[in-house]
């Protein structure tokens, strides 16, 4: 089956830069999405189509793409930030959709 | 305003059936396919499958294909995820969420999300 791969954790100090990777083969055919999820919350999308942000969302979430891996930035970390991230997509086919392995972002 | 209200929390034993729900409202709830997604204590969200209330086209992931049961009920505006025979690994918190209208890629994603369902299932 088709899977995105993410590093587990990626720790930060505010005001700087946290980067998050998600590989998968079909990220050149498919659109890639990255959501937020907070303790006890449901998902909220922060990025869709590679760089678009949803109203509502801080211009220091930004997305980019190269092959079969894209990146999700978060510039000027804050603490609200410290929250799970997961990459989302679907396979080559477009039928199947699928979650990344997801990264825990921890601001010191 | 869009909103996505799920059932309420649920206790039950392995080999009892259970079904849950997700009310679509503020929408033309015919018109979005409705997914549902599975979130195992401290772990990662997984993709169950999808179902298109306009004409109950559904979709299964592989993985849960068998193993539960998606439907909806587009009188009442609501989506179904069902089990037949309960087993312990089914305990998790479990998403309903609405994919944007429209066809390709660009819309392969989900915009609103129910508050979701927790389904523990123990002995």
């Known amino acids: 089956s088709y899977e995105l791969t993410q590093p587990p954790s990626v720790s930060v100090s505010p005001g700087q830069t946290a980067r998050i990777t998600c590989s998968g083969d079909?990220?050149?055919?498919?659109?890639p999405y990255w959501y937020q999820q907070k303790p006890g919350q449901a998902p909220v999308v922060v990025i869709y189509?590679?760089?678009e942000r949803p109203s509502g969302i801080p211009e220091r979430f930004s997305g980019s793409s190269s092959g079969t891996t894209v990146t999700l930035t978060i510039s000027g970390v804050q603490a609200e930030d410290e929250a799970d991230y997961y990459c989302?997509?679907?396979?080559?086919?477009?039928?199947?959709?699928?979650f990344g392995t997801g990264t825990k972002v921890t601001v010191l | 305003e869009v909103q996505l209200v799920q059932s309420g929390a649920e206790v039950k034993k392995p080999g009892e059936s259970l079904k849950i729900s997700c009310k679509g409202s503020?929408?033309?709830?015919?018109?979005?396919?409705i997914a549902w997604v599975r979130q195992m204590p401290g772990k990662g969200l997984e993709w169950m499958g999808i179902?298109?209330?306009?004409?109950?086209?559904?979709r299964y992931s592989p993985s849960f294909q068998g193993q539960v049961t998606i439907s909806a009920d587009k009188s009442i505006s609501t989506a179904y995820l069902q089990w037949s025979s309960l087993k312990a690994s089914d305990t998790a918190m479990y998403y309903c969420?609405?994919?944007?209208?429209?066809?390709?890629?660009?819309?392969?994603?989900?915009?609103?999300w129910g508050q979701g369902t927790l389904v523990t299932v123990s002995s």
């Open positions: 969420a609405r994919r944007p209208r429209g066809s390709g890629s660009y819309y392969n994603y989900f915009d609103y």
């Open positions: 503020g929408y033309s709830f015919t018109s979005y396919w």
């Open positions: 179902i298109y209330p306009g004409d109950s086209d559904t």
């Open positions: 079909a990220l050149p055919k498919q659109y």
């Open positions: 189509k590679d760089s």
């Open positions: 989302q997509s679907a396979d080559s086919s477009g039928t199947y959709y699928v």
